[in-house]
Nanobody, 122 residues
Framework: QGQLVESGGGLVQAGGSLRLSCVASGRTFSSDAMGWFRQAPGKEREFVAAITWCGTSTTYADSVRARFTISRDNAKNTVYLQMSNLKPEDTAAYYC???????????????WGQGTQVTVSS
């Protein structure tokens, strides 16, 4: 089944930056598309960004486009989410997930991490 473990979350002021990491273990995810999702308290989980297995294609939610960058290093079994110009509305638990298809829909993802909390203060 494999395991995904996120890290890199924390408390940051508005306008600041964070880099999230998602390390895969137990099996290789190098042939999977990878995605980042987030969920704020009282809100539904929402798509943030996704990347194809080889890293040649990416897609982003409109709310984070031009501020966030997803990347991956298959040799390290790691996916990253570089977040810049953070806003208070970016506050959420961030989850990485793996999918056999390149998708923005959470239902297409069948491996999920436990999440890392990002809090942006104003």
């Amino acid at each position: 089944q494999g395991q995904l473990v996120e890290s890199g979350g924390g408390l940051v002021q508005a306008g600041g930056s964070l880099r999230l990491s998602c390390v895969a273990s137990g099996r290789t995810f190098s042939s999977d598309a990878m995605g980042w999702f987030r969920q704020a308290p009282g809100k539904e989980r929402e798509f943030v960004a996704a990347i194809t297995w080889c890293g040649t294609s990416t897609t982003y939610a409109d709310s984070v486009r031009a501020r966030f960058t997803i990347s991956r290093d298959n040799a390290k079994n790691t996916v990253y989410l570089q977040m810049s110009n953070l806003k208070p509305e970016d506050t959420a638990a961030y989850y990485c997930a793996a999918s056999r298809v390149f998708s923005t829909f959470g239902v297409h993802y069948d491996n999920w991490g436990q999440g890392t909390q990002v809090t942006v203060s104003s």
